[in-house]
């Protein structure tokens, strides 16, 4: 799986949009791009994940560059519940058991 | 919802004690995977299972063995527990063809 290289942390006001860089430099053409975030003392919650398009659902926005080598997630209005380990992780996207390859993340922190 | 519950929140065992953690999701999902979580390295796969009795080996096994005789649960054993099990451990399930995963709350395990 390509290694992916994210902040270690950032900041971020309530009620701004929060956008979080990964660079995935090395990614392969089935390698599929996926974001969990990791509230503190609970299990990581699945996000968004996309392959080349941009993709949108009722948490969040993934932009991924043309070439496919970063992509950005955005939190448009950011409240203080989205203060979270934010992991970005690169899978080939297969029809069998899958594992996920988790790094270390970005520590957001959103401030009233 | 999908929904993974753990044992325990909390569990204190000692040393060369055998421990057992238990997983339970509700939807039935054909994978399940465990973790463990350390401050500065992440999360780690310890083992993952596709398919009921059948198991593999992820980053970190050694130390640990895992049970999976039905299809809702999968059991992590600690044969012998020793400090540097001291950890959060993770449970999760998922679809086989779908790489969301679904996490449990977490088991903060101390061995003293």
């Known amino acids: 799986d390509a290694k992916t290289t994210q902040p270690t942390s950032m900041d971020c006001a309530e009620g701004r949009a929060a956008n979080l860089p990964c660079n995935h430099s090395t990614i392969s053409g089935n390698e599929y791009v996926y974001w969990y975030r990791q509230i503190h003392s609970q299990g990581p919650q699945y996000i968004i994940h996309?392959?080349?398009n941009n993709e949108t659902n009722e948490m969040a926005s993934l932009i991924i560059t043309e070439d496919r080598k970063s992509s950005t997630l955005i939190l448009p209005h950011a409240t203080l519940r989205d203060t979270a380990v934010y992991y970005c992780?690169?899978?080939?996207?297969?029809?069998?058991?899958?594992?996920?390859?988790f790094g270390k993340g970005t520590m957001l922190l959103v401030s009233p | 919802d999908v929904k993974v519950t753990q044992s325990s929140r909390y569990l204190v065992k000692r040393t060369g004690e055998k421990v057992f953690l238990e997983c339970v999701q509700d939807m039935d999902h054909e994978n399940m995977f465990w973790y463990r979580q350390d401050p500065g390295l992440g999360l780690r796969l310890i083992y993952f299972?596709?398919?009921?009795?059948?198991?593999e080996k992820g980053d970190i096994p050694e130390g640990y063995s895992v049970s999976r005789e039905k299809k809702e649960r999968f059991s992590l054993i600690l044969e012998s527990a020793s400090t540097n099990q001291t950890s959060m451990y993770l449970c999760a399930s998922s679809l086989p063809s779908y790489n969301e995963q679904f996490f449990g709350p977490g088991t903060r395990l101390t061995v003293l």
């Open positions: 299972s596709y398919d009921v009795k059948m198991k």
């Open positions: 996309g392959l080349k």
């Open positions: 992780i690169v899978r080939v996207a297969d029809s069998g058991y899958s594992t996920l390859t």
